[in-house]
């Protein structure tokens, strides 16, 4: 099977998934980029500094960034409108099988329309969820709907990450039986090797990051925008035992330095991290909190889950249901966006259960397996084998 995969730019999270199908029996892949962004040291409007991640991004296959054409010819410019040159020529290899992310880039629509002509099936992959679809008006998911179900037909088989993204590619005209379910993965073996901290190595990164060992550690990981409310730990953390818990704030950005205002004496921030010093902070969290109003599938919380961690998670995140990564009450508490008094309630419960905490992080471990890149390359070669008519799934 030949699989040419299209990307706006190396991102951290897909790279081991490439690597992974790459590396199987019987498949030929390439990654075609839009973009260099992420290979060298870009800005990040996101964490307001120049970034470059510290892991090899294009390791272990074969990819090629295409020219850029049109609006702009910077090479590290990853917007959505801008076109690149030699997408026919890369579809006129003898792909069996071709994967888009999304259909907003530009880029997607002459893919697909060239995948149509050249009898190449399309598969097509975005965490999208209902949760955020449903709360914009009517008049404009009517719209909306007219142009997906134009991109849509194109499509052979769907990839959903989650039970809110298959929900949302229902609403937009996927048909059922050409929807299966394909985690974005993350690089869980790099994770998991944190798992294995012992006791003694936990608390001397908790006193390098200056965390008196008898607190109870409630983490967050990512950027510190408006829309990921960061804020309703430090609200819920004051309407708890001041000298019990504390909060670690993994990450940088525009929010930050009001944060710091904020908080009190037991919060610590470690500015920006890259990647690979995540895990290990992680894994000296007792519970980590995604508070977003707005995320259509964190990862923070696949990563979490790897190291065993339960997960306090936001009504308004799109990554729980029976088919995701986050269960209510098997590998963490789904808590109302915004409420800190039902957010603290979640946090003391957890922190003064051990068993109960012992057993949700089990059941957090597990639930991970199914998000590594081992897991995702399997679903998305059965799904292939759909697009091309070569398996009895249905």
């Known amino acids: 099977m030949k699989i040419a995969v299209f990307l706006s730019h190396p991102i951290q999270h897909f790279s081991p998934l490439w690597k992974e199908l790459a590396s199987r029996n019987g498949i030929q892949l390439k990654v075609f980029y839009f973009s260099q962004h992420g290979t060298e040291q870009t800005f990040d409007p996101g964490f307001g500094i120049e970034v470059k991640w510290d892991v090899d991004l294009l390791e272990g296959y074969e990819s090629e960034f295409l020219p850029r054409q049109w609006p702009t010819r910077d090479p590290f410019n990853s917007r959505w409108n801008a076109l690149n040159r030699g997408i026919t020529g890369a579809l006129s290899e003898g792909w069996d099988v071709a994967y888009v992310t999304g259909y907003a880039h530009l880029n997607n629509w002459h893919i697909a329309s060239a995948c149509r002509r050249k009898g190449v099936k399309l598969l097509y992959h975005s965490d999208s969820n209902f949760i955020t679809e449903r709360q914009k008006p009517l008049w404009q998911r009517i719209l909306k709907k007219s142009l997906i179900r134009r991109f849509f037909s194109k499509v052979s088989v769907f990839l959903a990450v989650g039970d809110h993204n298959r929900d949302y590619l229902l609403y ?223």
């Open 172 to 394: 937009y005209g996927a048909a059922s039986n050409r929807i299966r379910f394909c985690a974005i993965p993350v690089d869980e073996r790099r994770f998991r090797q944190c798992a294995t901290l012992s006791e003694e190595e936990k608390c001397l990164l908790r006193r390098e990051a200056g965390i008196p060992e008898s607190r109870h550690v409630v983490g967050y990981c990512g950027k510190m925008i408006g829309i990921k409310r960061p804020q309703d730990i430090i609200a819920a953390l004051g309407l708890l035992d001041g000298d019990k818990y504390c909060a670690l704030f993994i990450g940088g950005g525009p929010m930050e330095r009001e944060m710091r205002k904020m908080a009190g004496a037991s919060s610590h921030f470690t500015g920006f991290v890259n990647q690979q010093q995540i895990p290990q902070l992680i894994a000296i969290c007792d519970v980590m909190v995604v508070s977003s109003e707005r995320d259509a599938h964190p990862l923070t919380v696949t990563e979490s889950q790897c190291l065993g961690i339960p997960v306090i998670l936001s009504d308004r995140c799109g990554c729980y249901g029976p088919n995701d990564v986050f269960r209510d009450g098997e590998s963490g508490i789904l808590y109302p966006c915004g409420d800190v008094e039902k957010l603290a309630g979640a946090i003391s419960c957890l922190a003064n259960d051990n068993d109960l905490r012992a057993r949700i992080g089990m059941r957090a471990s597990e639930l991970a397996e199914t998000h590594s890149a081992q897991s995702s390359a399997s679903r998305f070669i059965e799904a292939a084998q759909l697009a091309l008519g070569t398996t009895r799934h249905a």
